[in-house]
């Protein structure tokens, strides 16, 4: 079984900041790519931010140079650095990783946290 944890949502005004963790756990045997998606009320689930296991990172548009993605191979932890917050940020973060585990070396899965609020107050 593999778990993804986050971490760190919570209530900001607006131009404030926080900051979003999520630490994978269970039978792993590799990561490859880690990622953020948000959902707000009556929204699909859009990526935000994508980090390749190599660190090569992807931002959707509007949240260039106002986040920053980060990884930690050696704890399997993803984090999220949201600065400048605006209201249209407030949504439901989940945590994203592609997956190999131990029990099945020769495929990959798709596994999701279970999502932290992020309310941005104008």
């Known amino acids: 079984q593999v778990q993804l944890v986050e971490s760190g949502g919570g209530l900001v005004q607006a131009g404030g900041s926080l900051r979003l963790s999520c630490a994978a756990s269970g039978s792993i045997f590799s990561i490859n790519a880690m990622g953020w998606y948000r959902q707000a009320p009556g929204k699909q689930r859009e990526l935000v931010a994508a980090?390749?296991?190599?660190?090569?990172?992807d931002y959707r548009d509007s949240v260039k140079g106002r986040f920053t993605i980060s990884r930690d191979n050696a704890k399997n932890t993803v984090s999220l650095q949201m600065n400048s917050l605006k209201s249209e940020d407030t949504a439901v973060y989940y945590c994203n990783a592609i997956i190999t585990t131990a029990q099945a070396m020769d495929r990959s899965f798709n596994y999701w946290g279970q999502g932290t609020q992020v309310t941005v107050s104008s």
């Open positions: 980090i390749s296991s190599g660190g090569t990172t």
